[in-house]
């Protein structure tokens, strides 16, 4: 697998959207969960969401559900983080990272992606 590239973040508005990119340059993106996790000063690195390779499955974590979209597109080898109705909590360093697990524990732990990227910072203004 090759390199992750994030690409989307900066300055968004509490209540408004960002979008989030996540481009791979390796060849087995099809059996890979794509996934996206954050980092807030002061903070450890906290599951958001995840585009699970198998059965099309996606998983999110609490504070996001209802508001992010996680999708992947096999085709482009590129993942993707549609964020609504920011808060200012959302604020962080968003990571792209890329693993095997597909299911529902292993999926939101950090350890279980060997390949990461090198983060996007997303800041969000009232």
């Known amino acids: 697998q090759g390199q992750l590239v994030e690409s989307g973040g900066g300055l968004g508005q509490a209540g408004g959207s960002l979008r989030l990119s996540c481009a791979t340059s390796g060849r087995s993106f099809r059996t890979l969960t794509m996934a996206w996790f954050r980092q807030a000063p002061g903070q450890e690195r906290e599951f958001v969401a995840a585009?699970?390779?198998?059965?099309?499955?996606?998983y999110y974590a609490d504070s996001v559900k209802g508001r992010f979209t996680v999708s992947r597109d096999n085709a482009k080898n590129t993942a993707y983080l549609q964020m609504n109705s920011l808060k200012p909590e959302d604020a962080a360093v968003y990571y792209c990272?890329?693993?095997?697990?597909?299911?529902?524990?292993?999926?939101?732990?950090?350890?279980?992606?060997?390949?990461w990227g090198e983060g996007t910072q997303v800041t969000v203004s009232l």
């Open positions: 990272a890329a693993g095997t697990s597909f299911t529902a524990v292993p999926v939101r732990i950090s350890r279980s992606y060997a390949y």
């Open positions: 585009a699970a390779w198998r059965d099309n499955v996606t």
